[in-house]
C-alpha cells in the first residue's frame, strides 16, 4: 500500500494510504515529556504501544465503544479510520496524580470519590490547558461534541479499570482523543498504552508507564513489556524476565 506521511508527531508517524478514508500510524520508539522538553527514546516501545492499542481498541469494540481502529498491519503499525479529530483531549482520572495533585493539592493515590473527567485543549503551544465548556464553545466546540467527550471518557473507563483490576493493574488515570468521520460520526481516536495511561501495580504500587521516564525511574523497557504482557497474555519481549516472573509465582 503506498504510503505518504501525513504528520510526524512526538509518538507516532501517520500516514495516508490510497485509501481517503484510511490512515496507518506507526508507533516509534520515540518519547517525549513536559511539553517536549525532555525527550528519549527506549527499545521496543512503538512495538508496545501498537500492540497494546490495538488491543485495548479491540476489548472496547467487544464491549460496546467504536473506535477508529480498523487492524494492526505489523509489529508497530496500525490501520485506522482516517477522523477529523476534535482539539480536545478528554482526561478520566480515579486516583489523583500528576496535574490533578498539583491542581487540587491532592497527595498522589488518593483514591477520588468518583472518577474525574477533564477536558484539555490540544495545543501543543499552549501546554495541553484545562479548559472549561465556556472556553471550548470560544474555540467553535459544541455543547453536544463536549457531553460526548464526557461521557466516552466515563464508559471507556468504566470498561478499563475492571479490565486492569483483574491484570493487577490500577489505571489511575488516561487521555483519550475524540474524532469525527466522514459521516460525521464521533468516535474515540489515536491511542490507549502506557504513554496516555497511568497504571499502578495494585500489590507494589510500582508504575508501569511513562512515569517511569518523566521521573527518571529507569526500567522503562521491562515497565512496558510487563504492562503488554499482562494486557495480552502473551510473553513480552524480555522473555528470560518472563519466565523468572512465572516462575516466582507458582
Ligand atoms: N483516526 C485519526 N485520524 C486523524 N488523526 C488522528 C487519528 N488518531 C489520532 N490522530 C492524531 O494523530 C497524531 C498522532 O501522533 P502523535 O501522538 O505522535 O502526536 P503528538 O505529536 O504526540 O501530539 P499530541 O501529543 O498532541 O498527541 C495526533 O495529532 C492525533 O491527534
Ligand atoms: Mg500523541
Known amino acids: 500500500m503506498p504510503e505518504t506521511l501525513l504528520y510526524e508527531g512526538k509518538a507516532k508517524r501517520v500516514f495516508a494510504t490510497d485509501d481517503e478514508a484510511v490512515l496507518l500510524h506507526r508507533y ?8 517536549a522538553q525532555k525527550r528519549g527514546s527506549w527499545k521496543d516501545k512503538g512495538r508496545t ?55 487540587l493539592g491532592f497527595e498522589e493515590g488518593r483514591r477520588l470519590k468518583a472518577p474525574i473527567v477533564e477536558l484539555c485543549y490540544k495545543n501543543d503551544a499552549l501546554g495541553d490547558p484545562l479548559l472549561n465548556w465556556h472556553h471550548f464553545r470560544e474555540l467553535g466546540v459544541s455543547d453536544e461534541d ?28 488516561f487521555k483519550i482523543e475524540v474524532g469525527r468521520d466522514a459521516d460525521g460520526q464521533l468516535m474515540l481516536a489515536d491511542e490507549i498504552s502506557p504513554d496516555t495511561c497511568r497504571f499502578w501495580d495494585k500489590e507494589t504500587g510500582e508504575r508501569l508507564d511513562k512515569d ?32 523468572a516472573r512465572e516462575g516466582d509465582d507458582s
Do not use: W
Not at 28 to 35: E, F, G, P, R, S
Not at 83 to 95: A, C, F, G, H, S
Not at 160 to 169: K, W
Not at 213 to 241: C, H, K, N, W
Open 146 to 173: 463536549l457531553e460526548f467527550c464526557e461521557e466516552l471518557g466515563l464508559r471507556v473507563n468504566g470498561i478499563l479499570a475492571p479490565f486492569f483490576d483483574e491484570r493487577g493493574v490500577t489505571l489511575v488515570d
Open 28 to 35: 516509534k520508539d520515540d518519547a517525549t515529556a513536559y511539553n
Open 49 to 103: 504501544n501498537a500492540t497494546m492499542s490495538a488491543a485495548m481498541f479491540t476489548y472496547l469494540e467487544a464491549n460496546g465503544v467504536p473506535s477508529h481502529f480498523v487492524e494492526q498491519v505489523d509489529e508497530t503499525t496500525i490501520k485506522t479510520k482516517k477522523l477529523t479529530m476534535l482539539p480536545v483531549e478528554v482526561v478520566v482520572r480515579n486516583l489523583a496524580a500528576g496535574s490533578l495533585s498539583r491542581l
Open 212 to 243: 517511569r521516564f518523566r521521573r527518571d525511574l529507569g526500567g522503562m523497557e521491562e515497565a512496558y513489556a510487563e504492562m503488554l504482557r499482562r494486557v495480552t497474555g502473551r510473553p513480552s519481549a524480555i522473555s528470560g524476565q518472563q519466565s
